[in-house]
């Protein structure tokens, strides 16, 4: 079952924040995030293990909240280049079937 | 290091034909994803080897998609006879450890399908 993120969709200005959040009804081993850009492949930001640890990766941090199973990704300072549309995949450990399954993204827009 | 490349970038065909898609993963990544990511979509696992073995193919929709991995490198996924609800991009992943726990992915750039 695939992890529901929100908003669809945000459109920022140069140097403002945002933050995107992914929510799932299972309890989840690890939470993956992605950029995906126009035509191009996903890029892998960070990963997530259980124990509500918190990851940067330039000026994108994202915490992963193991009880209430979601994370949430935090765009600080936005740039340009921040430009696409983000996935989060999440493990749900059952039966030790790993499997990561993607939600349906949120694009977020960076204007000048 | 270089990335996972995949074969075609782009192919259109009709529906009832059939297609084929080559992935070579990362050197030395034991296992390998197929994905189908339908425009406006997230990416969605249609096959997952380990080595040259199949971990899992649940949703492989298996009456017409096949997929092989030779010898635990390269991999190509097949389509035959294709429908048009298999407009997509496939993509192709791999990762480093012989189990995908906790495992980063990295993406190759896909190949663009359209089924007229």
């Known amino acids: 079952q695939q992890p529901v993120q929100s908003p669809q969709a945000v459109i920022l200005r140069e140097g403002e924040d945002a933050v995107i959040n992914c929510s799932s009804s299972?309890?989840?081993?690890?939470v993956h995030w992605y950029r995906q850009k126009h035509g191009e492949a996903p890029v892998f930001l960070m990963i997530?293990?259980?124990?509500?640890e918190q990851k940067g990766h330039e000026k994108i941090s994202a915490s992963f909240n193991e009880k209430k199973q979601q994370s949430s990704l935090y765009l600080t300072a936005s740039q340009l280049s921040y430009s696409g549309t983000y996935f989060c995949g999440t493990e749900a450990p059952l039966s030790n079937d790993y499997k990561l399954s993607f939600g349906a993204g949120t694009t977020v827009t960076v204007r000048a | 290091e270089a990335g996972v490349a995949q074969s075609p970038r782009y192919k259109i065909i009709e529906k009832r034909q059939s297609v084929a898609f080559w992935c070579n993963p990362i050197s030395g990544h034991a296992t390998l994803y197929w994905y189908q990511q339908i425009l406006g979509q997230g990416p969605k696992l249609l096959i997952q080897f380990q080595n040259n073995g199949v971990v899992d193919d649940s949703q492989l929709p298996k009456d017409r998609f096949s997929a092989e991995r030779l010898k635990g490198v390269d991999s190509t996924l097949k389509i035959q006879p294709a429908k048009l609800e298999d407009s997509a991009v496939y993509l192709c992943?791999?990762?480093?450890?012989?189990?995908?726990?906790?495992?980063?992915?990295?993406f190759g750039p896909g190949t663009r399908l359209l089924v007229l």
């Open positions: 997530l293990l259980k124990g509500g």
């Open positions: 992943a791999s990762s480093l450890g012989v189990t995908s726990v906790g495992e980063t992915q990295y």
């Open positions: 299972k309890a989840l081993y690890s």
